[in-house]
């Protein structure tokens, strides 16, 4: 089953995806994944820290200013060795009641960023997924997944976090992947 949180830019997914996790983790269910925390510089955001949820350590991830063979979306950089430590976790989540990644985007409806990892836990899925993915580009990214078990979620609703919560809950329950 792959469970997609929406919502646009800057709307409080990560935060939301944060609560997700204290509660899931609260009630012994095994999760692996990243997520993306921001960097601020006087109110702006410079780049993301990518927060290996296994090891409970953040990694530099995403940069405002980087080296034109990165690959790039926007204005934002990935950096190398962040990009390859996002797939490695995605890969290694096989074996997580649930993976969560935080977030997909542009780049990897373009087949690049962590889209060569996570293709390969997609189809057929291997685990149950918690996804975030923008609004703008859900649709596509329904396209890119086809017909499988997916369930969307939008931040827009104020109980989303639970619905996400006990979902996951009654899909680890019935053991339907």
């Given at each position: ?67 034109n063979s990165w690959q790039k979306i926007g204005s934002f950089f990935f950096i190398p060795e962040g990009l390859k430590e996002a797939n490695k976790i995605i890969l290694r989540g096989k074996d997580a009641d649930i993976l969560i990644i935080d977030e997909i985007g542009p780049l990897e409806l373009s087949g690049q960023g962590v ?63």
């Amino acid at each position: 089953m792959i469970f997609l949180l929406s919502g646009p830019i800057h709307s409080g997914k990560t935060s939301l995806i944060k609560v997700i996790i204290k509660e899931l983790q609260s009630v012994n269910i095994k999760l692996d994944g990243f997520i993306s925390n921001p960097i601020f510089k006087n109110s702006e955001i410079i780049g993301y820290d990518l927060l290996d949820l296994k090891k409970e350590k953040p990694l530099p991830f995403i940069v405002k200013f980087g080296e034109n063979s990165w690959q790039k979306i926007g204005s934002f950089f990935f950096i190398p060795e962040g990009l390859k430590e996002a797939n490695k976790i995605i890969l290694r989540g096989k074996d997580a009641d649930i993976l969560i990644i935080d977030e997909i985007g542009p780049l990897e409806l373009s087949g690049q960023g962590v889209w060569p990892s996570l293709k390969k836990v997609i189809s057929p899925p291997v685990t149950r997924l918690l996804l975030v993915v923008r609004e703008n580009i859900i649709e596509n990214f329904r396209e890119l997944l086809g017909n499988g078990r997916m369930k969307i979620f939008n931040i827009k609703n104020k109980e989303v976090a639970g619905h996400i919560i006990e979902d996951i809950i009654t899909n680890l329950k019935s053991r339907d992947i």
